[in-house]
């Protein structure tokens, strides 16, 4: 089946800093989705990114299907960034979504 | 426009009780997916409904079985729980056969087994 890796597993940041993760997986996806977990458990969608690149506010993610990767942008972060940051994959649009094991990013003030 | 909600927030058993969770998908969608999360783990994919039949199931034993209602509403149901199994139930609703739609989840429901 398809693998996903995200790195790091953990990042901690001053407020306003910038940050970078990535998402690997190991096989060609029709859905690439970003999600947001905070302390509450609730996932939050960042993004539906199979491909190309999408911005919202502070954020934006960028997908290159052909090399199998997926990076998000957190620009400015703010200590509401805090959670953990989930890529889920899957092969077609309503399919079982696989999500990687998440980066925790902490955000001090 | 209401999103996924599910019921209960919370519930406590004991081993080899069942339990019975609710989800009610967003409006318009028609699909119904379940994952479960372990503490300090990725949600992983139980089961999805659509038209009220199981349509894809992942790596679960048959002690998880749910139901999709007219209304496409659905249960989750655990029979024989483990202390395993205890976790943060999560139901994802999205609408069947539309190209870039994705996948919303609700707030979840926490099983801890004793």
């Known amino acids: 089946g398809i693998q996903v890796e995200q790195s790091p597993p953990d990042l901690i940041l001053q407020e306003g800093a910038n940050s970078t993760l990535r998402c690997n997986f190991s096989?060609?996806?029709?859905?690439l989705q970003w999600f947001h977990q905070n302390p509450w458990g609730q996932l939050i969608n960042l993004f539906y990114?199979?491909?190309g690149t999408k911005q919202n506010g502070r954020l934006s993610a960028t997908t290159v299907a052909t090399e199998r990767y997926s990076l998000l942008y957190i620009s400015s972060s703010q200590t509401t960034d805090s959670g953990v940051y989930f890529c889920?994959?899957?092969?077609?649009?309503?399919?079982?979504?696989?999500f990687g094991q998440g980066t925790t990013l902490q955000v001090k003030p | 426009d209401a999103g996924v909600t599910q019921s209960p927030t919370h519930l406590i058993k004991t081993r080899g009780q069942q339990v019975t969770l609710r989800c009610s998908p967003k409006?318009?969608?028609?699909?119904v997916s379940w994952y479960q999360q372990a503490l300090g783990q990725g949600p992983q994919f139980i089961f999805q409904?659509?038209?009220?039949?199981?349509?894809q199931r992942g790596n679960f034993p048959d002690r998880f079985s749910g139901h999709q209602f007219p209304n496409y509403s659905s249960e989750l149901n655990v029979n024989a729980l483990l202390l395993g199994d205890s976790a943060l139930y999560l139901c994802?609703?999205?609408?069947?056969?539309?190209?870039?739609?994705?996948?919303?989840f609700g707030p979840g429901t926490r099983l801890l087994v004793l």
């Open positions: 409006s318009g969608h028609d699909t």
């Open positions: 096989d060609s996806v029709n859905n």
């Open positions: 990114i199979p491909s």
């Open positions: 889920a994959v899957s092969l077609s649009n309503t399919g079982k979504l696989i």
């Open positions: 409904y659509y038209e009220e039949e199981e349509r």
């Open positions: 994802a609703s999205s609408l069947d056969g539309i190209v870039q739609e994705t996948q919303y």
